[in-house]
T-cell receptor, first 112, second 116 residues
Framework: AQKITQTQPGMFVQEKEAVTLDCTYD???????LFWYKQPSSGEMIFLIY??????QNATEGRYSLNFQKARKSANLVISASQLGDSAMYFC?????????FGSGTKLNVKP | GAGVSQSPRYKVAKRGQDVALRCDPI?????LFWYQQALGQGPEFLTY????????KSGLPSDRFFAERPEGSVSTLKIQRTQQEDSAVYLC??????????????FGDGTRLSIL
C-alpha cells in the first residue's frame, strides 16, 4: 500500500515567488515523523525540514515551512521566495515502524 | 569526513558478476539504512541496521542481496549474480538513533550501479 503520495510530478514557479509541494501520507500509528528532502541533479539527498506527529505547530526552517494538517494526513512543503538554486527533485518521507517511506517526488523548476 | 561516505561512486559490472558496495556512516550514528533508487523514482527501503544488528531486511528484493555491518560501523551491501534490473542508485543513510522518529537521516552520495 502506498504510504506517501506526491501527486505533482513536476512544478514550475517564477523566481522570488512562493510554491507549495503537496504530500499526503497513510498510517494508523499515532507516532510518526514527516520529512522533506531535496535531491539536486548531482544526486545527494539534502534534509530540509521535519514535522513530528505530536507537534502542535507547523515546522519552519528558513524559507521552508511545512503545512501540517493531521486530520487530512497532509504535510505540504512551502518554499517562500524561490531561488534558481531551488530547482531540484523534492521528496516527502515518513518515518514509521523503523522504516522510511518516500514518495515518488516532485521536480521543481524555478524560472528566472 | 563528517558525512556519510559511499564507495565506489560508480560501478559497472557484467550480468552475473558479484558486486560489493560500501557505506561508512557518520561516526556515532546507531542506525544505518540502505535504499535502492531507480531513475526518476523515490528511494525504496532495502534494509535497516541498529548497530551491528540487522533488524529489518524486508525490502531486499531477492536472496541475491545481502547486507552486513559486523562491527556496527561500516556496512557492505553485496549483490550476487547481478541482473540488469539491479541497475539503480544505491543510497546509504545513517541517523543518530533508530528508535526516535524525529531523527533525520543523513544520506551519502550513493553508488550508481550499471549492469551490462
Amino acid at each position: 500500500a502506498q504510504k506517501i503520495t506526491q501527486t505533482q510530478p513536476g512544478m514550475f514557479v517564477q523566481e522570488k515567488e512562493a510554491v507549495t509541494l503537496d504530500c499526503t501520507y497513510d498510517t494508523s500509528d499515532p507516532s510518526y515523523g514527516l520529512f522533506w528532502y531535496k535531491q539536486p541533479s548531482s544526486g545527494e539527498m539534502i534534509f530540509l525540514i521535519y514535522q513530528g506527529s505530536y507537534d502542535q505547530q507547523n515546522a519552519t526552517e528558513g524559507r521552508y515551512s511545512l503545512n501540517f494538517q493531521k486530520a487530512r494526513k497532509s504535510a505540504n512543503l512551502v518554499i517562500s521566495a524561490s531561488q534558481l538554486g531551488d530547482s531540484a527533485m523534492y521528496f516527502c518521507a515518513m518515518y514509521n515502524f523503523n522504516k522510511f517511506y518516500f514518495g515518488s517526488g516532485t521536480k521543481l523548476n524555478v524560472k528566472p | 569526513g563528517a558525512g556519510v561516505s559511499q564507495s565506489p561512486r560508480y560501478k559497472v559490472a557484467k550480468r552475473g558478476q558479484d558486486v560489493a558496495l560500501r557505506c561508512d556512516p557518520i561516526s556515532g550514528h546507531v542506525s544505518l539504512f540502505w535504499y535502492q533508487q531507480a531513475l526518476g523514482q523515490g528511494p525504496e527501503f532495502l534494509t535497516y541496521f541498529q548497530n551491528e544488528a540487522q533488524l529489518d531486511k524486508s525490502g531486499l528484493p531477492s536472496d541475491r542481496f545481502f547486507a552486513e555491518r559486523p562491527e556496527g560501523s561500516v556496512s557492505t551491501l553485496k549483490i550476487q549474480r547481478t541482473q540488469q534490473e539491479d541497475s539503480a542508485v544505491y543510497l546509504c543513510a545513517s541517523s543518530l538513533s533508530g528508535r526516535d522518529s524525529n531523527q533525520p537521516q543523513h544520506f551519502g552520495d550513493g553508488t550508481r550501479l550499471s549492469i551490462l
